[in-house]
């Protein structure tokens, strides 16, 4: 390895593994070693799935643990930690803000933000947001939409907002080319929180339920509400129908639970979840939230739905379910489309880019 690498690091929330956290990941093995001596920071203590993922990579990962705003022996080692670097990715809400306040103030000569989602902050995030928003040289969006509500929203000039669209290698996927099971499943991926629409997945399969008793669902995944989801299971008769499984990091072998991918988020930018669904060939149904539009295409690759509706959201899943044949060809194309538009590489290959263009600027 060279010497002169530069020094890059990456802030999260923590390190548990959801969507964002999972795009770092896929930024950082695709990023090279030769040219990048890349540190991961999280914030708060909680799993350390991801760490594990990355420190086979000789990524140097460290926890602060910050416990509360005013943790001021967490914060002095965080910006022990980001002094010296060269570049400074942040990553969630609670990272933007601290990692573009102190990054600005120990002059790290590049600052880059992924932002992943629109439209679900409080009044008080949106606006630490927005006054922080035009620290980083540029904003990584996850999807078109999320790029315009940046520049709408965020008020960044439209020139430091990219869209980067998360990929992955489709071949790290088992194909599924047809139903497996003897009962039709249905899986759903993602934290356990109001805005992955759990309340509506719930009240869908209590109508999926009314033709096909012997659907089953399995929700991987957990989060701050599964009690209420818990809750809410029991409530509509849902015990042994609907699983919580928790969370598992080998998410190809996850899908390979399902028949079928059901996303019923409120909130989202572009969901990865969708992504891989689609890359192991899983007929997909999905909420019209953030970038899902750009990911699926209706009635071609996986049907797209209106989010908070679960007649509507019942109903296509209904449509999968009584027409095997259909819900097959969609798959195909689900994964085909991955294949063309959404490739792993395109991820580091952006981020190298920018940064070179950022230092490119500083020199000239």
Not at 42 to 54: I, M, T, V
Not at 94 to 100: E, F, P, Q
Request: net charge neutral.
């Amino acid at each position: 390895m060279t010497e002169n690498r530069l020094k890059i690091v990456f802030l999260l929330n923590c390190f548990d593994i959801s969507g964002v956290e999972t795009i770092i990941a896929k930024t950082i093995r695709g990023l090279d070693p030769d040219r990048y001596d890349i540190r991961a920071i999280a914030l708060q203590r909680r799993s350390g799935a991801l760490a594990d993922l990355l420190s086979p990579l000789g990524v140097h990962c460290v926890d602060v643990d910050v416990r509360s705003r005013f943790d001021f022996r967490a914060l002095y080692r965080l910006a022990r930690l980001i002094r010296g670097a060269d570049v400074l990715h942040t990553a969630t809400f609670h990272a933007h803000i601290l990692g573009r306040l102190l990054g600005r103030f120990l002059g790290v000569p590049v600052i880059l933000g992924s932002e992943v989602i629109m439209a679900f902050e409080t009044p008080l995030r949106l606006a630490l947001n927005r006054w922080t928003a035009w620290i980083p040289s540029y904003l990584i969006c996850n999807a078109e939409a999320v790029r315009r509500y940046v520049i709408d929203t965020l008020k960044v000039p439209a020139d430091r907002a990219v869209t980067v669209y998360q990929g992955v290698n489709v071949e790290a996927y088992p194909f599924r080319r047809e139903r497996r099971f003897a009962h039709p499943v249905l899986g759903t991926v993602g934290r356990l929180q109001s805005q992955k629409g759990y309340r509506y997945l719930i009240e869908a399969a209590v109508i999926v339920r009314r033709t096909h008793a012997n659907a089953r669902w399995i929700w991987i995944g957990d989060g701050p509400e599964r009690p209420q989801v818990e809750e809410l299971i029991s409530m509509n008769g849902l015990d042994g129908v609907i699983e919580l499984a928790g969370y598992s990091g080998d998410m190809a072998e996850n899908l390979t639970r399902f028949d079928y991918y059901v996303h019923p988020a409120i909130a989202e930018g572009m969901p990865y979840a969708v992504v891989e669904a689609m890359a192991a060939g899983l007929p997909v149904v999905a909420t019209d939230v953030g970038g899902t539009r750009e990911l699926v295409e209706h009635g071609v690759s996986g049907f797209v739905v209106p989010p908070s509706d679960p007649e509507t959201l019942a109903a296509n899943i209904l449509a999968l379910l009584e027409d095997p044949e259909g819900a097959r060809r969609l798959g195909v194309a689900a994964r085909e489309r991955i294949r063309l538009h959404f490739p792993e590489g395109n991820m580091a290959e952006e981020e190298d880019r920018l940064i070179r263009q950022c230092f490119s600027a500083h020199r000239g």
